[in-house]
């Protein structure tokens, strides 16, 4: 779940193009690609599985991102 608390953003969801303004949550199911585009004064809050895992680009081996230990 992503939950926009200050900004704008766009998130790609697959082959979708969400735009976010503050106070908007977006909920993505596991397994598909996301890809988020956001000004320098985004503040998000993110839940997820306490097992979950991220990848920052095509073949990168995914890896427990610090923000959902």
């Known amino acids: ?4 608390e200050t ?3 766009t998130i790609d969801v697959d082959s979708d ?3 976010l303004a ?3 949550t977006l909920v993505i199911p ?3 690609s996301r ?5 320098s004064d ?3 809050v993110v839940s997820g599985s306490a ?3 991220a990848s920052t680009s095509e073949g990168a081996a995914p890896v427990s991102p610090p923000w959902i230990r």
Request: net charge negative; glycine share 12%; aromatic share 8%.
């Open 35 to 39: 890809r988020i585009h956001s000004d």
């Open 30 to 32: 596991t397994d598909v």
């Open 51 to 53: 097992s979950g895992q």
């Open 22 to 24: 503050a106070g908007d």
């Open 42 to 44: 985004t503040t998000f």
């Open 7 to 9: 900004g704008t953003a």
């Open 1 to 4: 779940m992503w939950h926009l």
């Open 17 to 19: 193009r969400v735009e």
